[in-house]
């Protein structure tokens, strides 16, 4: 798959994401949030607090489940930028989660899952 595809199924699959969380009262905060080389696909605002969203899009088939992707070294990353943005936007001390919304492209269907919460980090 050349990266331009590969980009193009991300993007989209980010649009389908911020819609499915706008569904269910989230606010879209940012996307595509950078500091240096670190990156947030999506913050949110909902009831409970800020929610730091990593979206895994991807064409079927594939060979792990797309939250399985998101491995340990990946949540260091998405940690450590969401300590940046909470930092550069004043918000330590509110309440955070970090979330996963996987988007599988398949022939018949496109298949939203959503894993709140996916994990606690241990320094925020």
């Known amino acids: 798959m050349n990266v331009l595809r590969t980009s193009k199924i991300g993007q989209e699959g980010e649009e389908i994401a911020c819609d499915f969380l706008r569904s269910r009262g989230h606010q879209i905060l ?3 949030w950078r ?3 670190l990156e ?3 913050i ?3 009831e409970d607090g800020l929610h730091f969203v990593e979206v895994k899009a991807r064409t079927a088939p594939v060979t792990a489940t797309l939250a ?3 491995n340990k070294v990946k949540q260091k990353r998405i ?3 969401a300590l940046q943005y909470l930092n550069k936007e004043h918000l330590m001390g509110r309440e955070v989660f970090f979330d996963i919304v996987s988007v599988m492209f398949k022939p018949s ?3 939203v899952r959503y894993f ?3 994990w606690i980090p241990m320094y925020i």
């Open 30 to 32: 940012e996307r595509n």
């Open 35 to 37: 500091a240096g080389h």
């Open 40 to 42: 947030l696909d999506i």
């Open 44 to 46: 949110t605002e909902a």
């Open 68 to 70: 399985d992707q998101v």
């Open 79 to 81: 940690c450590a930028a």
């Open 109 to 111: 269907e496109t298949v």
């Open 116 to 118: 709140p919460q996916a």
